[in-house]
């Protein structure tokens, strides 16, 4: 069993920033992959950022709207999982979520960009942008 709690969001003024935390329990952390997903009211939940290691390697996922401006980060020492988020827009607002996939054995993105490939998430922190 994995929990994960949020903590950073907020309210920001358009071209502002903000950094999103989510701390994770269980000591095999390291392992999984964790994600960012947001839902805006009235909208399905989307994809946001995604981070992984694998043989050494660290991989990164961004969904093209938040690419060049997000970026997603880890400290396994911590548990935790970061979402930067800079030079945010109006369409940014929305309640942001921390997922954890714990089972899952995908290697591209197209895999760590559903939300069906995740088994934890986290209760969400709202992030409002305002213009």
């Known amino acids: 069993q994995v929990q994960l709690v949020e903590s950073g969001g907020g309210l920001v003024q358009a071209g502002g920033s903000l950094r999103l935390s989510c701390a994770a329990s269980?000591?095999?952390?390291?392992?999984?992959?964790m994600g960012w997903f947001r839902q805006a009211p009235g909208k399905e939940r989307e994809f946001v950022a995604a981070i992984r290691w694998s043989g050494g390697s660290t991989y990164y996922y961004y969904a093209n709207s938040v690419k060049g401006r997000f970026t997603i980060s880890r400290d396994n020492a911590k548990n935790t999982v970061y979402l930067q988020m800079n030079s945010l827009k109006p369409e940014d607002t929305a309640v942001y979520y921390c997922?954890?996939?714990?089972?899952?054995?995908?290697?591209?993105?197209?895999?760590?960009?559903?939300?069906?490939?995740?088994?934890?998430w986290g209760q969400g922190t709202q992030v409002t942008v305002s213009s």
């Open positions: 269980g000591r095999t952390f390291s392992r999984y992959a």
């Open positions: 997922a954890c996939a714990a089972t899952g054995v995908g290697s591209s993105s197209t895999y760590y960009s559903s939300k069906g490939s995740y088994d934890y």
